[in-house]
């Protein structure tokens, strides 16, 4: 069977697709559904209208379907999995002995259902579910869940018995907290209850949602068939050609009309609007700007344009105005849990609903409280004591390197006002604040910023790539030189795996660390020397993110930790020091910051990116998978050492920095919920097919927690290895590298030489399965010469086939790549 192409939204020009949910079981989703089936026919009597039922339980008599079909046999059709069992689909599925669909193959079925329908022409489709929203699928998934990627409009039939109304505002709730439009509410007007009356007031006032009721059925007559057959149909043909049916249908029609000409305008608004960022937009025209209907999983879901639309005729499907579009930065690498996660977004409604925001100084809430221990725990650093709160990375950078000045100011009495730096690596970046950028050397993003001053020194540092047909640690050319210079003057060394690369205390204790000790020992004694002061070593662990998607040797990082603290008096002459006798733990050297805004959480396929090491930290940044990429949410944590610093009877001594939403509950409660469930994926074993796939690769023995693995198949790796237009790439946990060679001479963020890679992976795929579905395409992000792709923790083995076969065929379109 060939693979499954990504789900994709059904929206086409022509065709008007409703969903139809029901508030419950029992509420009379089928005779509603049929009433607007036999309308439609009526009011767009030269288009054509069909009726499709995705999965039906009971016996094939008795099925949905088949009351369309008796009663409106001018309608089309259809049921896509019919279950004898009159019970819920889950359980229906698995009794019986025919096919179980999975979700991929349910939602790929419904798919290419609707587009055959459109391919025939204008009409309208009625999409109708099986029991209530919350009601299970043969697979056992919600089918509120199920059907999210598809984004199909929904008309919500309520419940107008005893408790209805509770019923249908619940069912509403959870389709909106999953991101449906709800275009309507109808149910029965029914006299006793007249739910129809307190529910329209309340979809009015609450959600500007109009709610329409519609005269009740006749009673069954279920002793006289031929008479219970023949009230039936005076009922649809009375109400099918009532007033009421023609403005709910015509409301639809409005709707779905005004859907597509926003759509199809926004990139041209948007251009005129917006300000982009990291867009010279002198260049960008709106068919370059990417227009977002939704997103759910590892895929947006964007509008398709017309160079790119699938156009080939005849064919028996018709392509929808909307593609699936693979987030291959991972929405500026915060995405890990999916879009549209259901979990996150209920735990954002429960923290809003219970909190709202509420201020944070000299108070405390659960969802804050739980979070700091619960990072506390997983990140298993001792030094690590207490939890500041801030709003995005580049904040908690600023937050940690006033931490660490102040600590070392005062561990080495430095005068007021003198200028004090940090060490980092060069091409590191750790955030566009100005505070942020000034622990950057010069580049691209600030050295055009009138406030910028470079507030450091920054070494350089041997990076990893897998190029020439093994791994290999790149020295820069910095180190090859003078009396210091790697044995022979190497400019690199090879190495049979990346895993053979991170065995770090093997490598250590064969020596290998002793030439980067002595190198950066040398380079710390010249700064002294100039009288530079220093008040903090701040880091990215193994991976350079904005800086150009760099594998730094990890032997090197934790060398240059250990040198860093084990030189103090390089930095300065202690005044006062009595941290010790109260923290086993205490800092020494300088306060040693690792940014693991980027790589952090299971990032590169552990909690934190410092395990990689063997080292702690004093202070610590984390964010982006934080929250699930759903809000933004920082957090810097610090050792009691560095506390005790701000400690005081002076308040102006304490850390005065904060923000109006310092640990909001919303973006606490997500965090707290998106930790959670990525420790019980590991736990679960959920990446064991990429641990195991990379142990066969290397042959490893480590237990799989001390893996080095990645999602991106080795095969995948050294295939692009070894293309003549690539330099260099790397693959750890979800991330994937490629370093493509500059033809033009300029390397870095102003090359171009990975733009038509990039290029090539937008314009998509098309299957060839016979089905002439739509193309699915990749959008990606590129770092000059660097095209980096980013997998999702929740994304399936599958997906990452399907990515990485688009990739070869993008190295081969673009002329970069061998056959």
């Not at 990606?780 to 010469?785: A, C, D, K, M, T």
Request: hydrophobic fraction near 40%.
């Amino acid at each position: 069977m060939p693979p499954i192409s990504p789900a994709r939204s059904l929206l086409w020009r022509s065709l008007r697709v409703y969903q139809i949910y029901g508030a419950n079981t029992e509420v009379g989703k089928t005779v509603i559904t049929t009433t607007l089936c036999k309308a439609a026919r009526r009011l767009w009597a030269g288009e054509e209208t069909a009726y499709l039922k995705p999965v039906s339980t009971g016996p094939a008599g008795d099925a949905d379907d088949r009351h369309i079909q008796r009663f409106a046999p001018e309608i089309a059709s259809k049921t896509l999995f019919q279950y004898e069992l009159a019970v819920s689909p889950h359980i229906a599925a698995q009794a019986s002995k025919q096919f179980v669909p999975s979700d991929e193959t349910l939602l790929a079925e419904l798919s290419i259902s609707a587009a055959r329908q459109a391919s025939r022409g204008p009409g309208w489709l009625f999409v109708e579910t099986a029991g209530g929203v919350h009601s299970p699928s043969p697979s056992g998934s919600t089918q509120a869940d199920l059907y999210m990627p598809l984004r199909l409009p929904v008309v919500l039939v309520g419940d107008s018995k005893l408790g209805g109304i509770s019923q249908t505002i619940s069912a509403f709730e959870s389709l909106k907290m999953r991101g449906y439009d709800v275009e309507m509410v109808l149910l029965f007007r029914e006299a006793q209850y007249q739910n129809h009356q307190y529910l329209s007031k309340y979809f009015k006032e609450q959600h500007t949602i109009p709610v329409m009721a519609v005269p009740e059925p006749p009673q069954r007559i279920q002793h006289d068939p031929d008479a219970d057959f023949a009230g039936m149909s005076r009922y649809y043909e009375s109400s099918s050609k009532s007033d009421g049916l023609h403005e709910i249908l015509s409301h639809l029609d409005i709707r779905h009309k005004d859907r597509i000409a926003r759509l199809e305008s926004m990139s041209t608004i948007a251009s005129k609007k917006i300000w982009y960022p990291f867009t010279q937009q002198k260049h960008l025209t709106p068919d370059k700007i990417t227009v977002i209907d939704s997103a759910q999983g590892d895929y947006f879901q964007t509008l398709a344009s017309p160079t790119t639309a699938i156009t080939a005729a005849p064919s028996p499907t018709a392509s929808s105005l909307l593609r699936p579009s693979f987030d291959g930065s991972a929405s500026w690498w915060t995405q890990g849990l999916g879009h549209g996660n259901p979990k996150l977004a209920l735990a954002a409604a429960y923290a809003a609903g219970r909190y709202g925001h509420v201020m944070f100084a000299e108070a405390v809430h659960e969802p804050a409280l739980a979070l700091a221990e619960t990072l506390a725990a997983g990140l298993r650093n001792p030094r690590l004591a207490r939890t500041f709160f801030s709003d995005n990375g580049s904040t908690g950078v600023e937050v940690a390197v006033k931490m660490a000045l102040r600590a070392a100011r005062l561990r080495y009495a430095w005068p007021g006002g003198e200028r004090v730096g940090v060490l980092g690596l060069k091409g590191s970046y750790h955030g566009d604040t100005m505070g942020a950028m000034d622990c950057s050397e010069p580049c691209v993003y600030n050295e055009k910023v009138e406030w910028y001053e470079g507030r450091g020194f920054w070494f350089e540092y041997p990076v990893v790539e897998y190029c020439g047909g093994s791994w290999v640690v790149k020295y820069p050319e910095g180190m090859r030189d003078g009396d210091f210079a790697a044995a022979g003057g190497l400019s690199s060394s090879a190495y049979p795996s990346l895993s053979a690369i991170f065995d770090i205390e093997a490598r250590e204790s064969s020596g290998e660390g002793r030439f980067y000790e002595e190198w950066i020992s040398a380079t710390l004694r010249r700064l002294a020397a100039q009288g530079r002061r220093f008040g903090a070593l701040m880091i990215e662990p193994v991976v350079l993110g904005a800086g150009g998607m760099l594998m730094v040797d990890p032997l090197f990082q934790r060398t240059l930790v250990k040198t860093v603290r084990q030189n103090a008096a390089l930095f300065g002459t202690t005044a006062t020091h009595t941290d010790s006798t109260v923290d086993n733990q205490a800092w020494t050297g300088l306060p040693v910051i690792f940014d693991e805004v980027f790589t952090g959480l299971y990032r590169l396929g552990r909690f934190s990116a410092a395990a990689f090491l063997g080292v702690d930290a004093d202070i610590s940044v984390h964010a982006k998978l934080l929250t699930g990429g759903l809000v933004p949410l920082s957090v810097t944590l610090a050792s009691e050492s560095i506390f005790r610093a701000f400690e005081s009877d002076d308040k102006s001594d304490a850390l005065l920095h904060g923000h109006s939403y310092t640990a909001h509950t919303v973006g606490c409660q997500v965090a707290l919920e998106s930790i959670r469930e990525m420790q019980q994926m590991e736990a679960r074993g959920d990446w064991d097919w990429a641990m195991e796939t990379t142990s066969q690769q290397t042959r490893s023995e480590k237990p799989s927690k001390d893996l080095v693995w990645s999602v991106w198949s080795p095969e995948f790796v050294l295939w692009v290895g070894q293309l003549p237009s690539v330099g260099g790439v790397w693959a750890l946990g979800t991330v994937l590298a490629i370093r493509v060679a500059s033809t033009d001479g300029i390397d870095g963020y102003k090359s171009g030489a990975a733009r038509a890679v990039q290029a090539a992976l937008l314009q998509g795929h098309r299957t060839d399965d016979g089905t002439d579905e739509p193309q699915w395409n990749v959008h990606s992000r590129v770092l000059g010469n660097c095209l980096y792709l980013m997998a999702g923790q929740r994304t399936t083995r599958e997906s990452i086939q399907g990515v990485e076969g688009r990739l070869r065929e993008a190295f081969l379109e673009a002329g970069a790549g061998h056959a």
